[in-house]
């Protein structure tokens, strides 16, 4: 171990535990990231002037029930997502596992894919514009972000390599050992990539996204919020790999610089597209 090296505080894992009944933050997380989404969403859809012709895509009536199909499809994909893209053997071999999402185990890229889904579904049954619907979303989607990078700091997860930096920390004390027996991580001072990512997918990507809403009329464009976001989360998250403990190597890309890049190219598609459109006007 690094003398100068910062030891993982001791963080109980449990936010809130009264007898056998435990709230975890991972699970309090997502609570405030779908919360203050949809907070976030109705705000964006009760201000008439960020949407073309100062008409919203839809009435505040049914964001409750966009919330519903997000929250099906973040929690469906992301699980999935994390068995096929990361641990397709493990699962084989005890399925029920499957199922103890307690555990954690989620896959922002395969959250991606299932809130698509979810909102097309959504998008449909209420006839509304599927791109506008989306815009929405993506708008939000960085805070939940924000939210799970710092719980899986929490949780001594997902950490970074291996560094001589000065805040480099050891994800290593007494309730990581009696977890998993050992430290996963090693005794070496690793970077805080949680850290480094709730800052560049969350905090940054939210602040950009804001801007492009409330100074540039980016929502009178169907499509082109959500292209910003997905092409400002495969930048942010690409660059965080380098930093980040790579689950498994494609050749010279990590695996989530691999999955990010269809999230790139189908972000500029989305930015082009929506450029070609005009901006709505009053007559």
Avoid at 150 to 177: H, P, Q, Y
Wanted: aromatic share 14%.
């Amino acid at each position: 171990m690094t003398l100068l090296a910062i030891p993982f505080p001791d963080i109980d894992p449990n936010a809130i535990a009264i007898g056998p009944l435990a709230i975890k933050w991972y699970g309090l997380s997502y609570l405030a990231g779908l919360l203050i989404g949809w907070a976030y969403i109705r705000r964006l859809l009760a201000t008439p002037k960020l949407w073309g012709h100062d008409t919203p895509p839809f009435s505040l009536t049914k964001v409750d029930d966009l919330l519903l199909f997000i929250t099906l499809g973040v929690v469906l994909g992301g699980r999935l997502g994390y068995i096929f893209f990361y641990e397709p053997a493990t699962y084989l071999r005890d399925p029920l596992q499957i199922f103890a999402v307690w555990k954690g185990g989620m896959s922002f890229h395969g959250a991606v894919v299932g809130c698509c889904i979810a909102g097309w579904f959504f998008a449909r049954r209420n006839g509304v514009n599927f791109l506008s619907a989306m815009d929405l979303v993506t708008a939000a989607v960085p805070i939940g972000l924000f939210f799970g990078r710092l719980a899986n700091f929490a949780n001594g997860e997902l950490w970074g390599r291996v560094t001589d930096v000065s805040w480099g920390m050891v994800f290593c004390n007494e309730r990581i050992k009696a977890l998993h027996g050992s430290c996963p991580a090693g005794e070496a001072a690793r970077h805080p990539s949680q850290l480094y990512e709730a800052a560049l997918e969350g905090l940054l990507l939210f602040i950009i996204l804001r801007v492009m809403t409330h100074q540039f009329g980016a929502l009178k464009r169907p499509g082109l919020v959500s292209g910003a976001f997905l092409v400002g989360y495969a930048l942010a998250r690409s660059a965080a790999e380098f930093f980040r403990e790579p689950h498994f190597m494609a050749g010279p890309l990590t695996a989530g610089q691999v999955y990010s890049l269809p999230m790139l190219a189908l972000g500029l598609y989305l930015i082009w597209r929506a450029r070609r459109t005009d901006v709505p006007t009053l007559p």
